[in-house]
């Protein structure tokens, strides 16, 4: 039997072509393994605010990738999901009688595995309700127009955001583009 055309024997895997063989073979964690010399890493000096700007402004950055969570959210006055009147709570309140695996681990009715067990529930009850969580009077907060401006400025990549809240893509800041690059 013959091996694939990119399979690294060092490593076990079956790689899609040559130039992603090439670039396995260059990484840090197959060269360990065929015991070669492995490059340090390089280490970023931390940024100062200003420092930041100065790089946005001189065009240093020219591919930004952006991560949020609750706080660019608790900004705006929405709780996160773990505080007092957050999501967590009331997902006990509202569902931990009728799905009792809830009131010790909340998070488990938005999972998928979730959706599977209770299909009729989750689209008869449980997502018209979530889909009027959000909170229509929040607005967003400089930190999000701030992301938003870095779309403007032709810097932003993607923006992965573990928030379900909409003020990413509010209508203060909609646009088809711009919505393209959130990730929620």
């Not at 039997?1 to 063989?21: E, T």
């Not at 893509?169 to 690059?181: I, N, P, Q, S």
Request: aromatic share 10%.
């Amino acid at each position: 039997m013959s091996l694939p055309p990119h399979w690294c024997s060092i490593c076990g895997k079956d790689l899609q072509s040559a130039r992603s063989l090439a670039e396995h073979e260059a990484g840090r964690k197959h060269r360990r393994r065929a015991g070669l010399p492995v490059r340090p890493r390089r280490r970023w000096a931390p940024l100062t605010e200003q420092e930041l700007f100065d790089g946005l402004a001189a065009g240093t950055y020219r591919r930004v990738v952006v991560c949020t969570g609750a706080g660019v959210s608790v900004a705006a006055g929405i709780p996160d999901f773990r505080s007092k009147g957050g999501l967590f709570e009331t997902i006990r309140s509202r569902f931990g009688e009728s799905f009792p695996e809830v009131l010790s681990r909340p998070e488990t009715l938005l999972s998928r595995a979730f959706v599977t067990r209770h299909p009729d529930a989750w689209r008869d009850e449980i997502s018209p309700w979530l889909a009027t969580w959000k909170q229509s009077a929040a607005r967003p907060t400089p930190t999000h127009r701030f992301c938003r401006w870095l779309h403007d400025q032709g810097v932003l990549v993607r923006l992965y955001t573990q928030n379900v809240d909409g003020l990413h893509t509010h209508e203060d800041l909609f646009t088809a583009t711009w919505a393209e690059k959130v990730v929620e």
